[in-house]
C-alpha cells in the first residue's frame, strides 16, 4: 500500500529555515502523480501549502508565497519543502500527500488527494 514518510522537522527561531522531506513507496510510478504539503496547527483545519505535478508545476498558498519552495526527485522517489524565513505562525505538524489520480489537477485541495503521511512537527519560536 502506498506509504508516504516525513522527517526533517524540529524546533527553529523566527527567521530560521528548516527542510522537509517525505519518501514515498507502495506504489510503482511515482513521477506521473502530484504531491503537495499541508499543515495543520492545534485547534485549525489542516490547509495546503504547496503542491507539485509531474511537469514540475508548482502552487502555493498565499501564506507562505517566497518563503517555502517545493520540490521533488522523482529518482529518489522524495518530495521536498525547503522553508526560508520561517515565522511562529508557520507552526504546525506537516504532512505530505498524494494525489488521488494521475490526472488530478494541480492544487492545494485537500480533496484532490487521498494518501497521507504521518507528519512531522514544525516549531518557531519569536
Known amino acids: 500500500q502506498v506509504q508516504l514518510v516525513e522527517s526533517g522537522g524540529g524546533s527553529v527561531q523566527s527567521g530560521g529555515s528548516l527542510r522537509l522531506s517525505c519518501a514515498a513507496s507502495g506504489y510503482t510510478y511515482y513521477s506521473p502523480y502530484s504531491m503537495g504539503w499541508f499543515h495543520q496547527a492545534p485547534g485549525k483545519e489542516r490547509e495546503g501549502v504547496a503542491a507539485i505535478d509531474s511537469n514540475g508545476g508548482t502552487t502555493y498558498a498565499e501564506s507562505v508565497k517566497g518563503r517555502f519552495t517545493i520540490s521533488r526527485d522523482n529518482t529518489k522517489r522524495t518530495l521536498y519543502l525547503q522553508m526560508n524565513s520561517l515565522k511562529p505562525e508557520d507552526t504546525a505538524m506537516y504532512y505530505c500527500?498524494?494525489?488521488?489520480?494521475?490526472?488530478?489537477?494541480?492544487?492545494?485541495?485537500?480533496?484532490?488527494?487521498?494518501?497521507w503521511g504521518q507528519g512531522t512537527q514544525v516549531t518557531v519560536s519569536s
Open positions: 500527500a498524494r494525489a488521488r489520480f494521475t490526472w488530478s489537477p494541480l492544487s492545494i485541495r485537500s480533496t484532490d488527494f487521498g494518501y
